[in-house]
T-cell receptor, first 111, second 116 residues
Framework: GENVEQHPSTLSVQEGDSAVIKCTYSDSASNYFPWYKQELGKGPQLIIDIRSNVGEKKDQRIAVTLNKTAKHFSLHITETQPEDSAVYFCAASKGPLVMRFGAGTRLTVKP | DTGVSQNPRHKITKRGQNVTFRCDPISEHNRLYWYRQTLGQGPEFLTYFQNEAQLEKSRLLSDRFSAERPKGSFSTLEIQRTEQGDSAMYLC??????????????FGSGTQLSVL
C-alpha cells in the first residue's frame, strides 16, 4: 500500500522567513496530494491540494510543488507569521480512495 | 455549522469499559472515514463507508472495534473492553466523490479518548 514520508519533523523559522516541508510517496498510481494544518485540539484542516496533472499550485502565501518522476511534493510557506505555527501533514491518495498521511511537521514561527 | 461533527469531544474511561463515538458527516457526503491519531503521528486509517456499506477495514481495527453507518448518514465507532493502548484522538472525515472536488477530505474536531 501507499507509504508517505515527511520531513523535517520539526521546523523553526523567524517571522517573515520561508518554510519548506517535503514529502515522498511510494505508490506511483497516487494522483492527489493535499496538505493539512492542525492546531492544538482541532482536526486537520485542508489548506491546499494538488493533482498529478499539475506541477505547481499557489494560493497567496502557500504553494505546493509536485515531482511525479521522483515521487515527491513540497509545501512552501512564504512570509511566515506566528499564526502559521501548527502541525502540517501531507497526504496522498489515488483519487477518492483511502488517503494516507505523513507523520507531520511541527512548524514554529518565532516573532 | 455544516462541517463534520463529532461527539463527544473528550472521553475518559477505565480499562475494560466500552465506549462509543458518533460522527455526523457533511450532509451530502456519501463517504465517511474513521482515522486514529496518536501524539506526534499523522492520522492512521481505520475504516470507511460508502453510504451504509463498510468498504474497507485496516488491520489496525482489531475485533474489539466496530463501526456502523446504519442509514448512510451518521456513523458510530465502538471500542469494547478498552485498553490503555486505545488512548488516542479518533477522527472522522467525509468526502463526496460525486462532485467535482471528489478527492477533498474534510475532518471533524475529533474525540480524544483517554483510557485509565
Amino acid at each position: 500500500g501507499e507509504n508517505v514520508e515527511q520531513h523535517p519533523s520539526t521546523l523553526s523559522v523567524q517571522e517573515g522567513d520561508s518554510a519548506v516541508i517535503k514529502c515522498t510517496y511510494s505508490d506511483s498510481a497516487s494522483n492527489y496530494f493535499p496538505w493539512y494544518k492542525q492546531e492544538l485540539g482541532k482536526g486537520p484542516q485542508l489548506i491546499i491540494d494538488i493533482r498529478s496533472n499539475v506541477g505547481e499550485k499557489k494560493d497567496q502565501r502557500i504553494a505546493v510543488t509536485l515531482n511525479k518522476t521522483a515521487k515527491h511534493f513540497s509545501l512552501h510557506i512564504t512570509e511566515t507569521q506566528p499564526e502559521d505555527s501548527a502541525v502540517y501533514f501531507c497526504a496522498a491518495s489515488k483519487g477518492p480512495l483511502v488517503m494516507r498521511f505523513g507523520a507531520g511537521t511541527r512548524l514554529t514561527v518565532k516573532p | 455549522d455544516t462541517g463534520v461533527s463529532q461527539n463527544p469531544r473528550h472521553k475518559i474511561t477505565k480499562r475494560g469499559q466500552n465506549v462509543t463515538f458518533r460522527c455526523d458527516p457533511i450532509s451530502e457526503h456519501n463517504r465517511l472515514y474513521w482515522y486514529r491519531q496518536t501524539l506526534g503521528q499523522g492520522p492512521e486509517f481505520l475504516t470507511y463507508f460508502q453510504n451504509e456499506a463498510q468498504l474497507e477495514k485496516s488491520r489496525l481495527l482489531s475485533d474489539r472495534f466496530s463501526a456502523e453507518r446504519p442509514k448512510g448518514s451518521f456513523s458510530t465507532l465502538e471500542i469494547q473492553r478498552t485498553e490503555q493502548g486505545d488512548s488516542a484522538m479518533y477522527l472522522c472525515a467525509s468526502r463526496n466523490p460525486a462532485d467535482g472536488t471528489n478527492e477533498k477530505l474534510f475532518f471533524g474536531s475529533g474525540t480524544q479518548l483517554s483510557v485509565l
